[in-house]
């Protein structure tokens, strides 16, 4: 007699969020907000930006997962969106990956500061993420992605895992940046090669549209210091890069490049 045993997916988390601003009495304010799922919204007082703060209540990404968001940046308005507290993703079953889909539209003199916190790989994770946002002639825009390789404090190694990455923005319709990452594998041992990251458990990338960007250049080169690199893709866009042994070392260098580049107006999750 044989015995068959079934096995079993784990529930598959969903999430949706679609926000939009608008402009009133010279203040930017919640335009339109759906919300579904595992991902939800928050918006604490703040001045004339509108603040949203995304949470992921599932605890993390893992295989079959999926999360949207779409965002709305009106013309004359200003939204700073950032996230809770670091995302996760998790050891996924074989053959099942988790997506999350980000697209932005700025409009106008519209301004969006893209600042999520740190995406955090654990080993076996099966992720792919893409970022698409397009901008209007006159937008501005300030974007950083920090990812984590494993937890270094508790001695975690990414010997296996998958992760896609890929962030696309536009101006007036035409490519502006592109950046792609693609690990598969070892990926510890493939992050250790020279040519790659030499040992670096943690990177940044990032990207300023503003007619300020090659006056700031010099200052956010000095705060990289020997850990990153920035360049002027064009006069008024600056895009960095930084790796680092830990996150904690990567918060060091990369929190006074934020603070210079929104103006000190990071959100206050960064600081907790």
């Given at each position: 007699m044989q015995t068959h045993i079934a096995r079993i997916s784990p529930p598959r988390a969903?999430?949706?969020?679609?926000?939009?601003?608008?402009?009133?009495?010279?203040?930017?304010?919640?335009?339109?907000?759906?919300?579904?799922?595992?991902?939800?919204?928050?918006?604490?007082?703040?001045?004339?930006?509108?603040?949203?703060?995304?949470?992921?209540?599932?605890?993390?990404?893992?295989?079959?997962?999926?999360?949207?968001?779409?965002?709305?940046?009106?013309?004359?308005?200003?939204?700073?969106?950032?996230?809770?507290?670091?995302?996760?993703?998790?050891?996924?079953?074989?053959?099942?990956?988790?997506?999350?889909?980000?697209?932005?539209?700025?409009?106008?003199?519209?301004?969006?500061?893209w600042l999520p916190q740190e995406l955090i790989l654990y080993n076996g994770c099966a992720l792919d993420r893409?970022?698409?946002?397009?901008?209007?002639?006159?937008?501005?825009?300030l974007m950083v992605e920090p990812v984590v390789f494993g937890r270094a404090a508790m001695g975690e190694i990414l010997t296996e895992g998958h992760f896609h990455d890929r962030i696309e923005v536009t101006r007036a319709g035409q490519p502006l940046y592109r950046d792609a990452l693609r690990l598969?594998?070892?990926?510890?041992?493939?992050?250790?090669?020279?040519g790659t990251a030499q040992g670096a458990a943690a990177m940044a990338s990032g990207l300023y549209v503003a007619s300020n960007a090659e006056a700031v250049l010099d200052a956010v080169r000095q705060h990289l210091g020997d850990?990153?690199?920035?360049?002027?893709?064009?006069?008024?866009?600056?895009?960095?890069?930084?790796?680092?042994?830990?996150?904690?070392?990567?918060?060091?260098?990369?929190?006074?490049?934020?603070?210079?580049?929104?103006?000190s107006t990071l959100p206050i999750s960064w600081r907790l």
């Open positions: 969903r999430g949706r969020v679609s926000l939009s601003s608008k402009q009133v009495n010279g203040r930017t304010v919640l335009s339109d907000l759906h919300q579904s799922g595992a991902f939800k919204v928050v918006f604490p007082r703040s001045d004339d930006w509108l603040r949203p703060i995304l949470l992921n209540t599932s605890g993390g990404v893992t295989g079959g997962d999926r999360f949207a968001l779409d965002v709305h940046v009106a013309a004359d308005t200003q939204i700073s969106l950032t996230t809770q507290a670091a995302e996760r993703a998790y050891r996924a079953q074989p053959g099942e990956v988790g997506h999350i889909r980000t697209t932005a539209k700025v409009f106008g003199k519209g301004c969006l500061h893409r970022l698409r946002i397009d901008l209007s002639a006159k937008a501005r825009l598969e594998g070892d990926i510890a041992a493939k992050l250790a090669r020279v850990l990153g690199g920035a360049s002027l893709l064009q006069p008024d866009v600056l895009a960095l890069r930084l790796i680092a042994p830990d996150s904690h070392i990567l918060r060091q260098h990369l929190l006074p490049v934020l603070d210079l580049l929104s103006q």
